[in-house]
């Protein structure tokens, strides 16, 4: 089956960017979501990328996808004081998706 | 457009009690889901459904049950609850590109 990892903490300088990575197991993952949760509120989708993408942009946000290594990445350029939250990457396979523990990005002033 | 709703926001439940998250989205989307979130375990699925009438176990399905009558509608059934079952719950409803829209979720505390 799907397993996710993750590492659990960041901590990044507001300004600069943040990258967090996430590996995964199941190659045969359609789609691959990056979600974000803000304290006390539900996940939020940022982005997603088909399996058949390397790379996807969109505004602040870079997702890598490196299919031989099966790993993902989500790059925050210019990273603000509102980024602040755990990501959770996720993978989907057949009716399932299989989220990460989720990465906890803190700013630094 | 409220997207998924569920309630209650919050809950206590005393061991042994029997209850029912609601969860109801207007979106029209077939796949509907129940994970739970526990700190350091992130997200783990507890139930789905790809249709009305169509259910599916999780990863973590024990205690739980489920049913989908309607397209809208994918309540999650706490049998007789247990202190175990303290969590954070989220419903999810999903498109058929996979992308979930989430719940804001139910807090639970079984004492």
């Known amino acids: 089956g799907e397993d996710v990892e993750q590492s659990l903490f960041l901590s990044v300088r507001e300004g600069d960017s943040s990258v967090i990575n996430c590996t995964y197991t199941?190659?045969?993952?359609?789609?691959l979501y990056w979600y974000k949760q803000e304290p006390g509120a539900g996940l939020q989708l940022l982005t997603y990328i088909f399996s058949n993408m390397d790379m996807k942009q969109d505004q602040r946000l870079t997702v890598l996808l490196n299919k031989k290594d099966k790993h993902l990445s989500l790059r925050i350029a210019d990273t603000q004081t509102g980024d602040s939250a755990i990501y959770f990457c996720?993978?989907?396979?057949?009716?399932?998706?299989?989220f990460g523990k989720g990465t906890r990005l803190h700013i630094l002033p | 457009n409220a997207g998924v709703t569920q309630t209650p926001k919050f809950q206590v439940l005393k061991t042994g009690q029997s209850m029912t998250l609601q969860c109801a989205q207007d979106?029209?989307?077939?796949?509907m889901s129940w994970y739970r979130q526990d700190p350091g375990m992130g997200l783990r699925l507890i139930h789905y459904s790809v249709g009305a009438g169509i259910t599916d176990q999780g990863e973590v399905p024990n205690g739980y049950n489920v049913s989908r009558s309607t397209t809208e509608d994918f309540p999650l059934r706490l049998l007789s609850a247990a202190p175990s079952q303290t969590s954070v719950y989220f419903c999810?409803?999903?498109?058929?590109?996979?992308?979930?829209?989430f719940g804001s979720g139910t807090r639970l505390t079984v004492v």
């Open positions: 199941d190659s045969s993952s359609t789609y």
């Open positions: 979106m029209n989307h077939e796949y």
């Open positions: 996720a993978g989907a396979r057949d009716d399932k998706i299989i």
């Open positions: 999810a409803s999903r498109t058929t590109a996979g992308t979930n829209t």
